[in-house]
């Protein structure tokens, strides 16, 4: 059974950063697998935030986070990251960590809840 562990959510100021980290656990590897971090703000869909290639070469970001968030990942940690800055009240939502393998096999973690209110 695949578990990604997220952390690092909390409660946040406007304006502050938080650091999210998704760790893998034993048994998967992530140099394997093309990584992501999702959000589900409250009442709304889940939506894709940033995206990495299994190198990290490439990185995409939603328009709204762009300049803001930086995705990254440490192969040999088996961990993604999500550097979150300027953070907004609109930023609150929980945050997913996702993978999906070179097979085709897809894994989402628990989620980790950022809120951002003054």
């Known amino acids: 059974q695949v578990q990604l562990v997220e952390s690092g959510g909390g409660l946040v100021q406007p304006g502050g950063s938080l650091r999210l980290s998704c760790a893998a656990g034993?048994?998967?590897?992530?140099?394997?697998?093309?990584t992501a971090w999702y959000r589900r703000p409250p009442g709304d869909e889940r939506e894709l935030v940033a995206r990495?290639?299994?190198?990290?070469?490439?990185?995409n970001y939603a328009d709204s986070v762009k300049g803001r968030f930086t995705i990254s990942r440490d192969n040999a940690k088996n961990t993604v990251y999500l550097q979150m800055t300027s953070l907004k009240p609109e930023d609150t939502a929980v945050y997913y960590c996702?993978?999906?393998?070179?097979?085709?096999?897809?894994?989402w973690g628990q989620g980790t809840q950022v809120t951002v209110s003054s």
């Open positions: 996702y993978a999906i393998t070179v097979w085709g096999g897809e894994y």
């Open positions: 990495i290639s299994r190198s990290g070469a490439t990185t």
């Open positions: 034993s048994g998967f590897t992530f140099s394997t697998s093309a």
